[in-house]
């Protein structure tokens, strides 16, 4: 699959089976979720582009590198939180937009209900995040909104990824390049990832 970025290392994996287990508890889920999301950072953002910057050492001057743009991180409510602050911890200048969206029931279209972005996001490395591409709707419809927003540069960030929700990305936005830690065997008829690890809003806030 083109476009598709799994980030197989073993740190992360052992990270990842620890979060699937149904018997590790919210605090546990959040600490995990929060390391994978910054490890998972050196991988995403290999291809960022930096821009020279002269450095003074106490013994010399010198000349380092540095992001070129500012970055954007943009989780999806609710899940996408729990991923956030792991993130930040790698970016700690970036600034985070907000996007809620949810299926109404009767068209099945995903709806945009809260959205928060910075002013000048357009000009800035976009990082959409949500643990779980599930149907793809959602995050779709986020990649949309942001492209309306003028965003040129933006990549998907999960956790877990279905091939049906891999598929709605492409066929919606195929130069959307998707980064994931696993790609699980399917979705079930109520649109939960299979084996996954169940609801990952509910485990990161012990709803
Ligand atoms: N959202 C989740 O939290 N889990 C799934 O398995 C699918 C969507």
Redesign the pocket.
């Given at each position: 699959m083109t476009n598709v970025n799994l980030i197989d290392h073993p740190v992360i994996q052992t990270k990842l089976t620890e979060l699937r287990d149904f018997t590790t508890d919210h605090r546990k889920f959040r600490t995990l979720l929060d390391e994978i999301a910054g490890l998972m950072v050196y991988e995403v953002t290999r291809d960022w582009p930096t821009t020279p910057k002269i450095v003074q050492t106490p013994l010399e001057r010198m000349t380092g590198r540095v992001l070129s743009r500012p970055v954007t991180l943009v989780p999806i409510l609710r899940?996408g939180l729990g991923m956030a602050d792991g993130v930040l911890k790698m970016l700690p200048d970036a600034r985070m937009g907000h996007l809620g969206v949810y299926r109404n029931e009767q068209s099945l279209e995903p709806v945009t209900y809260y959205q928060k972005l910075p002013p000048d996001i357009a000009s800035t490395e976009v990082l959409l995040i949500d643990?779980?591409l599930?149907?793809g709707g959602s995050g779709s419809a986020a990649v949309s909104f942001l492209k309306k927003a003028g965003v040129t540069s933006m990549k998907f960030v999960c956790l877990?990824a279905?091939p049906e929700g891999i598929q709605t990305i492409h066929r919606t936005h195929p130069e959307v390049p998707i980064y994931t830690a696993a790609i699980d065997r399917e979705?079930n008829n109520k649109?939960?990832?299979?084996p996954?690890?169940?609801?990952?809003?509910?485990?990161i806030f012990g709803t």
């Open positions: 899940a643990p779980m599930a149907t877990v279905s979705l649109g939960y990832i299979l996954g690890l169940g609801d990952a809003g509910d485990r």
